[in-house]
Each structure stands twice: as structure tokens, then as C-alpha cells.
């Protein structure tokens, strides 16, 4: 920092509601640190943000004095990218509040929430709109780059429910975005990630939902993985738009409904979610726990919040991560060969691939009506490497690296924004699909130079 920068800071600190965290204390230690633990950056300031003028201000702040500009919503993306060295950091994590109106079904939320916060006011009302899977999740990281879970073969895609939105732009004006009002910035935000501004509120659709839904696991042993896969995939196929199955390769977490002798073994768990009447699912569900003989099962009627939480404790923050992830439009016999065949050789035990489903309201819109152009992927692998120390960098990196090689002929092209790590530059445009040109059209009309590039970047063109 300039002397001129740091009388800067004090300006900015008369005009700011929130706080101004610099280098030095522990409330900067604390909020530099995001989800991945590979990410280590020093930013020269973090602007923890109360309201959308603080937003406008530190905006501002950061194009006036040419500071590289990271946004932090909920500080999970494996890229890293919520947060920068050297420039400023739009931290949001204070800015969490819910307000839904169960009448017209509709919930306005800020965009620091994490998926957790919306689901809690949501199910307040027995409602709720499709998020990911894990509830430390940011809302607005998701959202901006398509989102998808549970709910989402049943609803679409979370930016298929999102009605409107505040954005503040590079310009610093705060703009309300929706299918009548600024309509290009509102088709670039359903997928374009957080290339177009900082998104300060959504507002989503809602739908009724539990609060008690069927749901839980059936693992089966690693030596019957290729028949389950198989009988996976045909089920899926036929299966309702109500039902969503993933599943899961790993070796088995200590958990208590596996007997003790599976504890570390390899395992192949089919995760699922009914979201209608428990009763209508539980008949639907028998045939999965007919693939071959399971190892185990926890499958019950449990409440959506619950289940939203089930695998928080195996995606806590502050381990070691990469990942390597391809869309797919079918299964094939050979993919899971590939498949097996790595997860024989996991290099931690925390590692993982899984196929989350997607495919029902998901591929009904057409590619173009968003910026999420992948309305043909009926799955997306997510090779999930993590682990403990930097000694095993290399080694965890090299394996998902080979796998992600090895399964490339089964895959589509197309890749999700959210899961794409920050050395795959490479691959944007197969992240943003055909939709690319028209997305670095509407950058250059809202952000011409680009000060909005810590993400998987669109240039304006
Ligand atoms: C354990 C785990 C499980 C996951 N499961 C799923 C899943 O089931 N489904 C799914 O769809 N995705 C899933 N994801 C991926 C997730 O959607 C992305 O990591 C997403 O980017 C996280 O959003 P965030 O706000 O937490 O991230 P951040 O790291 O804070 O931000 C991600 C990007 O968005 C930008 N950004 C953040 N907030 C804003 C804002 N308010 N305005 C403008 N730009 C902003 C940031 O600058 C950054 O470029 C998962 C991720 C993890 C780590």
C-alpha cells in the first residue's frame, strides 16, 4: 500500500458500515481463509461488507485505485478465486439475511448466505429451491455458475429458479436484474459465475418440499461396483423426475450402520433423495437395494435439513483439495472399468469420484436460454482429491490428473464452472459452452476492463 492508498483506506473506512480488516490481526487471519487449504493469499485489505453501499464503496474503491478485486461469498470454490494477493477482498460472509414470503412462494436472500441459511428459512415454511449438497456452501458462488443437488432433477437448476437479482457493476451502480429489467445481465448471471458484478441479493422461486423426505445410503462392497454401476445407470434412466440417486466411490468412513470389518475397505454408495410423499418412494426405491448384496444401508425419513447436512462432516474446510471433473451424457461400460481401476489406487483416503445426477428438469430448458449452455449432461464426475499434508501434493494431483486423462474418451467436452480448479484456464470455454461469445459480449457492456476477473474469466470482447 501507497501512502496515498492508506489515507485512501481511511476515507473508505468513514464510509463503510462494515469492517476493514488489514493484515496483522487475527480477524484478518481468520477471514483470509477459505475452503481449500491449497489457497494461501495475502490480500492488502478485506472489506467485510453490511450493506449493498458498502459494496458500492469498496467497488469503488478498488477500480479507482487499480487494486486487483477478489469477491467472497461463501469461500468454498476449489480455484480460490474469493481470494486475491495483494489487491481487495469483497468479503459477504456478514451479509446472510433471508426474507420469504410464503404466499407467492419466493425467498429473498443475501449474497453471503451459505446454502445452509437458505435452507433454514426456507423449510421454516415447508419450502425450498434445488442447492448443492454440501450446506457451507456460498449461495452465490453456486448459484452464479448454474448449481444443482437433490431437488434439482424435480426443479432444475438453482438458476433456473432464480427470478431476480441486485448486482453492483464495475460502474458501482446497483442494478436489479430479472427477465424484464436489464435481461442480458440477467441471462450472462445463470451461469456466467461472478464475471458481471457483485450479486448483493437473489431472489428465487420456491417449491414445497419435507420438511421429512426420504433419504440416505446403500452401500455396496467395491468388488460388485461394475454390476451396481450398471444397474445404476438403467435404473436412473427409467427412474421419476422425483427421485435423485448419486453415487459415491471411496473407501468407507467409519460409519456406524457399516459393520467395522468395511471401515477403510473400498465401497460404492448410492446416495438418494425422494422428494414427494415418503410413502409414494419407499416402493420406488426397493429395486436399489437389489443391485447386489449391500454392505449396509441408512435410509430413512429424515428431515430435508438433515439430509442437506449428511455429508458435511466428509467436506469440512481446511484440508488439502483438487479436482478434475468431466460432464457426461451417458455411462459407459468402459468409464467404469477406468473408474475401478482408480479407485483401486486411491492416493488418500479422503479421495473420491462420484457421478452426481442430473438429467429431468435439468436438460428441458434449451441451452441458450441461460448462460449454463450444458442442458445435455445427465451426469457430471467429480473427482474429488483431498488430503492433509503438502508432502502429498504431488502424488494426490498426479492421480487425479491421470484418472481425469483416462476417462476423457467417456466424457462430453462440456465441464461445470464450479468445479473447474484455477489451472484450467484451458477449459472456460468448454465451462461456458456455446454460449461463450454472446457471454463476452454482455462483459464488455458491464465491465469493459475487466475489473471482475478473479473467477473462470470471460474478456470482453
Ligand atoms: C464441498 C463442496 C461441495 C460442493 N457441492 C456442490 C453441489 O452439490 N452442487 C453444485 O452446484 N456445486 C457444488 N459445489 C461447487 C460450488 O458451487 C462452487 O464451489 C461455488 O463457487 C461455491 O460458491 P461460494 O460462494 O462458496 O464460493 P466463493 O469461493 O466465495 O466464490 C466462487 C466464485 O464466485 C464469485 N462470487 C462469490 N460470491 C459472489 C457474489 N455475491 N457476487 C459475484 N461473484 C461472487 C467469487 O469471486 C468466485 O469467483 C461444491 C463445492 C464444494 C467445495
Redesign the pocket.
Known amino acids: 500500500m501507497t501512502q496515498l492508498q492508506a489515507t485512501k483506506i481511511e476515507e473508505l473506512k468513514n464510509s463503510f458500515r462494515g469492517e476493514i480488516l488489514l493484515p496483522g490481526s487475527d480477524a484478518y487471519e481468520s477471514a483470509r481463509k477459505?475452503?481449500?487449504a491449497m489457497i494461501d493469499r495475502h490480500p492488502a485489505l478485506i472489506a467485510r461488507c453490511a450493506t449493498t453501499s458498502d459494496v458500492v464503496h469498496a467497488v469503488n474503491f478498488a477500480r479507482d485505485n487499480g487494486l486487483v478485486l477478489?469477491?467472497?461469498?461463501?469461500?468454498?470454490?476449489?480455484?480460490?478465486?474469493?481470494m486475491c494477493d495483494d489487491g481487495i477482498v469483497i468479503d459477504?460472509s456478514q451479509m446472510k439475511a433471508a426474507n420469504v414470503d410464503p404466499n407467492t412462494r419466493r425467498v429473498t436472500i443475501e449474497?453471503?448466505a451459505?446454502l445452509a441459511d437458505l435452507d433454514a428459512a426456507t423449510q421454516a415454511h415447508g419450502l425450498a429451491t434445488p442447492?448443492?449438497?454440501?450446506s457451507?456452501?456460498?449461495?452465490?458462488?453456486?448459484t452464479?455458475?448454474?448449481?444443482?443437488?437433490w431437488l434439482s432433477r424435480k426443479y432444475g437448476m438453482?438458476i433456473d429458479n432464480l427470478e431476480s437479482a441486485e448486482?453492483v457493476t464495475a460502474a458501482g451502480e446497483v442494478l436489479h436484474a430479472s427477465a424484464t429489467q436489464h435481461p442480458d445481465l440477467f441471462w450472462a448471471l445463470r451461469g456466467g459465475?461472478?464475471n458481471?458484478?457483485?450479486?448483493?441479493r437473489f431472489e428465487f422461486r420456491l417449491h414445497p418440499v419435507g420438511p421429512d423426505v426420504l433419504s440416505g445410503l446403500i452401500v455396496y462392497p467395491i468388488s460388485e461396483a461394475k454390476s451396481v454401476l450398471q444397474r445404476y445407470r438403467d435404473f436412473l434412466a427409467k427412474a421419476p423426475d422425483d427421485l435423485s440417486v448419486w453415487t459415491l466411490l471411496r473407501q468407507a468412513p467409519p460409519l456406524p450402520f457399516l459393520p467395522k470389518e468395511v471401515h477403510g475397505k473400498g465401497i460404492v454408495a448410492l446416495a438418494l433423495l425422494y422428494v414427494g410423499d415418503p410413502k409414494q418412494g419407499e416402493p420406488l426405491i426397493e429395486p436399489l437395494r437389489k443391485f447386489g448384496t449391500p454392505a449396509g444401508e441408512h435410509v430413512g425419513v429424515q428431515p430435508y435439513t438433515a439430509w442437506q447436512k449428511a455429508?458435511d462432516p466428509l467436506?469440512t474446510a481446511g484440508a488439502r483439495?483438487y479436482w478434475k471433473s468431466h460432464n457426461l451424457s451417458t455411462l459407459k461400460d468402459g468409464l467404469f472399468d477406468v473408474v475401478i481401476d482408480y479407485v483401486g489406487k486411491l492416493p488418500s483416503p479422503q479421495c473420491e469420484i462420484f457421478f452426481?445426477a442430473l438429467g429431468g428438469a435439468t436438460t428441458r430448458p434449451t441451452p441458450d436460454s441461460a448462460a449454463y449452455a450444458h442442458r445435455d449432461a445427465r451426469f457430471v464426475m467429480n473427482v474429488?482429491c483431498r488430503w492433509e499434508n503438502s508432502a502429498d501434493d504431488e502424488r494426490c494431483i498426479r492421480w487425479a490428473r491421470d484418472f481425469f486423462k483416462a476417462s476423457a474418451p467417456f466424457a462430453s467436452g462440456g465441464v461445470?464452472v464450479?468445479?473447474l480448479t484455477a489451472d484450467e484456464g484451458d477449459r472456460v470455454r468448454s465451462a461456458y459452452g456455446p454460449n461463450y461469445d454472446r457471454l463476452a459480449q454482455v462483459k464488455r457492456r458491464y465491465d469493459p476492463d475487466n475489473l471482475?476477473h478473479?473467477?473462470?474469466n470471460i474478456t470482453p470482447t
Not at 144 to 149: E, K, N, S, T
Open positions: 477459505i475452503w481449500n477478489a469477491v467472497r461469498g461463501g469461500g468454498h470454490n476449489i480455484a480460490g478465486n474469493a459477504l449474497g453471503g451459505t442447492v448443492g449438497i454440501n457451507t456452501t456460498g449461495v452465490a458462488g453456486l452464479l455458475g448454474g448449481g444443482f443437488g438453482t448486482v459465475s461472478g458481471f458484478g457483485v450479486v448483493t455429508f467436506l483439495n452426481g474429488h461445470y464450479n468445479f471482475f478473479m473467477n473462470q
